[in-house]
């Protein structure tokens, strides 16, 4: 584990830098492999900055979202009793690597904030207990969780194809739709078995030996946060409940005329519905202003990284780059074989394009049309995609770095063990690919 440690920490960039080189190193090959000058290749990536720009920010709600939503005091108090579930050390691990499994199914920003969290409360549980937990295995298992996080409700893949007038329904001349990807029987077989496999092989590198186990020391858990002073009408208007709760109740009424006109989900319903569910569980304005302020801090990198991305792909698109990366994908694959090698490319990709939603733009449109080529059910490429994305978060820093921040741990300190996550997943993906390729 120890050299894998150190190469996270000697020579893996930032997420920014690990971007502006993509940039670099798509336009050198625009220049070398397509027709294009200097020139032609500025303005597509120039006229492509703006492309994402609706993406962007339905990509940075859900991280928001996810955060303020983790962080409410019903959820709070929710995993205060869930972290006296388990009864001994190896119970504490798979149980908070399940719990923060099925919260990244729900959302990937509720899973990353769930598993710091849960980690920290389970430790403080144990630790009143006398029994000895390794603290680094218990936030690695929360971080696994997001292992499975593109297979669920908030897979940004998934949801742009099923979005009317996305970048991938328009490449497709149609929208595909959730049953076809997310909620398929293969996939929904798919996401029980990692997590089952997973949880075996995370309670089997569990340490065993007294002198491997490092617990927390103190409790690390958040101190409650005092009310705010009530003494002007406004101060009134700012500590009622009243008011957030008939904007949660308005979300909730337009949510189910939606599904009742034949709404189907997309990106922006899945937003809504967490939105809703914060309106209704916060306590007042408030306290909704305060976890706002608190999140906002986490969608910095989406808002920053975004452009270029779309600048990636502008350049793709604009210079004919997108068809020869294709036609490389059509030569190397089969009808059967296309899968998996979608899922490795996936996974390679998502070093230097760590957010989901910006690999899609990359990647998405290549993929699909390679698959068309083919003959290859469209759904069976956007989630390879989708599962070469999540696979290599597990050994990727960039996702890990809020719930990082939550722990107060350091990537080193969990790789080892989401290396054992990255391996055990990766099996199933590939077995997934080829099975639905039959």
């Not at 993509?22 to 220049?31: E, Q, S």
């Not at 590198?205 to 009310?227: G, H, K, M, T």
């Not at 290859?376 to 921040?405: C, E, H, K, R």
Request: no cysteine; charged share 10%.
């Amino acid at each position: 584990m120890r050299p894998i440690n150190t190469l996270v920490e000697r020579y893996i960039p930032s997420a920014l830098v690990f971007v502006i080189v993509l940039t670099v190193i798509v336009a050198i090959l625009a220049l070398t492999l397509t027709d294009s000058g200097p020139i032609d290749v500025v303005r597509s990536w120039g006229d492509g900055l703006a492309g994402l720009l609706a993406f962007m920010t339905q990509m940075a709600l859900v991280l928001l979202l996810g955060h303020i939503l983790a962080n409410t005091s019903p959820v709070h108090r929710l995993l205060g009793r869930l972290s006296r579930v388990p009864k001994t050390a190896l119970q504490a691990y798979v149980f908070v690597f399940v719990i923060a499994s099925v919260a990244s199914l729900i959302t990937w920003g509720l899973g990353l904030v769930v598993g710091g969290l849960l980690a920290k409360e389970v430790a403080a549980q144990m630790r009143a207990r006398g029994i000895r937990v390794h603290f680094a295995l218990l936030v690695a298992a929360g971080y696994s969780g997001f292992v499975v996080w593109h297979m669920g409700y908030s897979g940004s893949g998934p949801l742009t194809a099923a979005t009317e007038g996305s970048f991938l329904a328009e490449q497709l001349g149609r929208t595909i739709p959730l049953s076809e990807t997310t909620f398929s029987l293969w996939n929904i077989s798919a996401a029980i078995a990692t997590i089952i496999i997973v949880a075996l092989a995370l309670a089997l590198v569990a340490p065993r030996r007294q002198n491997d186990i490092y617990e927390l020391s103190f409790d690390a858990r958040e101190a409650e946060v005092a009310e705010e002073p009530v003494t002007t009408p406004a101060d009134r208007l700012d500590a009622s409940r009243i008011l957030t709760t008939l904007v949660g109740l308005a979300l909730v009424a337009y949510l189910v005329v939606h599904f009742v006109e034949g709404g189907t989900l997309t990106l922006d319903i899945v937003n809504w519905t967490f939105l809703a569910l914060i309106f209704l569980l916060v306590r007042n304005p408030f306290e909704l202003i305060r976890l706002t302020k608190d999140a906002a801090s986490n969608v910095g990198d989406i808002l920053l990284q975004f452009p270029l991305y779309a600048g990636i792909l502008g350049m793709m698109t604009g210079t004919g780059l997108i068809g020869i990366f294709s036609d490389f994908f059509v030569d190397i694959s089969t009808a059967q074989t296309f899968g998996v090698f979608a899922l490795l490319s996936a996974g390679l990709v998502n070093f230097f394009v760590p957010s989901g939603g910006g690999q899609f733009a990359v990647q998405g449109p290549i993929m699909l049309d390679a698959a068309e080529r083919l003959g290859v059910d469209p759904s069976i490429a956007i989630m390879a995609v989708s599962y070469g994305d999540q696979w290599t978060n597990m050994i990727q820093p960039f996702w890990a770095l809020p719930l990082l921040a939550i722990a107060g741990l350091k990537m080193r300190d969990i790789l080892g063990y989401t290396t054992v996550t990255f391996l055990a997943a990766g099996l199933v993906f590939v077995v997934t690919m080829l099975l639905v390729s039959l």
